[in-house]
Nanobody, 124 residues
Framework: QVQLAESGGGLVQAGGSLRLSCAAS????????MGWFRQAPGKEREFVAA????????YYADSAKGRFAISRDNAKNTVYLQMNSLKPEDTAVYYC?????????????????WGQGTQVTVSS
């Protein structure tokens, strides 16, 4: 069993940056693909970014391309999401997720473990 804990969220002005972290415990995630998703009030959870187990491949939603960067440190059992040029529409609860099979999919149903989320609020 894997436990995921997100941190790094907060309140930031539009144009600012935040770095989210997702620390895993219970077992190593070095062979898992990892993803970030977000859910805004009244909206469905949506894909943000994903990374393969080796960091060799990364994937982004169109809304995140050019502004967000996903990375991982397998030695620290941690995944990161660097978010730059933040916009008010990025306001949401951000979740990290782990896929045991390593698909790095944009589809939430392929992820086996989820964190509790961290709130990101971007003011205009």
């Amino acid at each position: 069993q894997v436990q995921l804990a997100e941190s790094g969220g907060g309140l930031v002005q539009a144009g600012g940056s935040l770095r989210l972290s997702c620390a895993a415990s219970g077992r190593t995630i070095s062979t898992y693909a990892m993803g970030w998703f977000r859910q805004a009030p009244g909206k469905e959870r949506e894909f943000v970014a994903a990374i393969s187990w080796s960091s060799g491949s990364t994937y982004y939603a169109d809304s995140a391309k050019g502004r967000f960067a996903i990375s991982r440190d397998n030695a620290k059992n941690t995944v990161y999401l660097q978010m730059n040029s933040l916009k008010p529409e990025d306001t949401a609860v951000y979740y990290c997720a782990a896929d045991r099979v390593g698909r790095a999919s944009s589809l939430s149903r392929y992820y086996d473990y989820w964190g509790q989320g961290t709130q990101v609020t971007v003011s205009s």
